[in-house]
């Protein structure tokens, strides 16, 4: 998003994250164009030539500091590669050895060093590398193209997973007109999303909320910062709560003492804070119990089954929730409560997988990228419902009915007593103790 709205391009005073060679990423503000932006061993560029180019292209990084836009869809080296040469090569032939290389360590370094500086362009660096190379030409056309781009990205100066974020998002159904209650511990990712939801280029107030529990006294939401949003939005729509004042303090209603010196300034400005800050701790949580929320965001470090348990009641009925966490285990117990309680349906445990595959030119060898994340996480998620009397009672009755049909099997075998021994009080029994096991997540 850009700063100042719906074009889409990088003006003065917006914030940008740059993605470089090494896939690692860097939040640059754009101050002015005298600015120069620095990115370390991959050299620096000048702010102005990147003011009013969009977002999301790649660039190159000139001689003179200037940025040169790309396609990111091609290759702009000069080099040969051609589909026929697959009928002769074969890549397991080829042995990965530091002779294959005619130029030695010292000379490719002084070339690198040559780049950075702008006196070689890294389209002739990688040219030169290819041309000293005795394997190359022994290589199929998809691993000469490999080959290439693994260069381009190692020496050209370019600049929750978002598949689990777009699930998240997606399931919670958020819109312009949302009340989302949030539990963040992932450095406001999850918050951010959920705004830029909400937050149009027109700057039109929809009606969207978002309410969300803090670990600590103070947000530590560093991504909602640097994420462009036109001033005095994101404190207009967003709220907070710490955990550990979700519930009134013994103390909370008892009067403040005055500084005994009230002509100290230093002292009276203290104390008109804190009673500033009680009397927003106390509007927050009051708007937080009037509220029925339209979905129900979890990605927190606290125990998924805890964290339910304190918010759920302030969400309304027929509204999704979304809790997300690393690991399949730290799930279950929320997720067997969710089955066996009436206030829940269509509680499901889902794992985000995706693959990114590599398609050879010829459509053989495809295969997934070697160096991926394994996972995106697992999420738990359930539409809270009202469940009222006839509910429970159904619910009751369906119980009764298994009983006494496993009561009466037990009797037909001739050990009635057995068979209703051992039927659904203990298996409620062995439900109970899994649900009640061990927690491994920090208590709230």
């Avoid at 406001?188 to 978002?210: K, P, T």
Wanted: net charge neutral; charged share 30%; aromatic share 6%.
């Amino acid at each position: 998003m850009s700063a100042d709205g719906a074009d889409g391009v990088v003006r003065a005073g917006a914030k940008v994250l740059v993605k470089m060679p090494s896939n690692n990423c860097k939040i640059v503000s754009i101050r002015s164009p005298d600015q120069t932006v620095l990115l370390g061993k991959f050299g620096a560029f000048n702010a102005a030539s990147l003011i009013g180019c969009p977002f999301g292209a790649s660039y190159e990084i000139l001689h003179d500091r200037n940025l040169l836009r790309l396609d990111s869809s091609k290759s702009e080296i000069d080099i040969r590669i051609d589909p026929d040469d697959d009928l002769d090569n074969n890549n397991s032939t080829l042995i990965d050895r530091a002779e294959s290389q005619k130029l030695s360590r010292d000379e490719i370094e002084k070339l690198k060093q040559e780049a950075l500086k702008g006196d070689l362009d890294s389209k002739v660096l990688i040219k030169t590398l290819v041309e000293n190379s005795d394997s190359f030409e022994g290589k199929t056309s998809f691993a000469k193209q490999k080959y290439v781009r693994r260069k381009e990205r190692k020496f050209s100066k370019r600049g929750l997973r978002i598949d689990t974020l777009s699930q998240i998002l997606c399931n919670l159904n958020t819109m312009a007109t949302s009340k989302i209650l949030v539990a963040d511990s992932v450095g406001g990712l999850l918050v951010g999303a959920i705004l830029e939801r909400m937050i149009d280029n027109s700057q039109e107030d929809f009606g969207g909320r978002v309410f969300a529990m803090l670990d600590g006294d103070t947000p530590n939401f560093d991504i909602v910062r640097e994420m462009n949003f036109p001033e005095g939005v994101v404190e207009k729509k967003l709220e907070v709560l710490p955990w550990s004042r979700l519930e009134p303090g013994p103390n909370e209603d008892d009067p403040i003492p005055e500084p005994p010196n009230p002509e100290d300034e230093t002292a009276m400005h203290r104390h008109n804070r804190k009673i500033a800050a009680i009397a927003k701790t106390k509007a927050a949580r009051k708007n937080l119990e009037l509220a029925s929320f339209d979905g129900l965001a979890v990605a927190c470090q606290f125990d998924s089954l805890e964290v339910l348990n304190k918010l759920t009641p302030f969400l309304g009925y027929s509204r999704p929730i979304v809790v997300y966490s690393q690991y399949k285990e730290s799930l279950i117990p929320a997720y067997l409560m969710m089955r066996a309680s009436p206030d829940y349906v269509n509680a499901q445990l889902t794992e985000t997988m995706t693959r990114e595959y590599q398609v050879p030119v010829s459509g053989l060898g495809t295969h997934p990228f070697m160096m991926t994340s394994g996972t995106g996480g697992f999420l738990l998620t359930a539409t809270r419902v009202y469940a009222g009397d006839c509910a429970v009672a159904s619910a009751t009755h369906a119980m009764k009915r298994r009983q006494r049909a496993e009561a009466g099997a037990g009797a037909e075998d001739g050990d009635e007593t057995a068979g209703a021994g051992a039927g659904p009080k203990d298996r409620k029994s062995k439900l109970t103790n899994h649900t009640e096991g061990p927690k491994k997540q920090r208590k709230i």
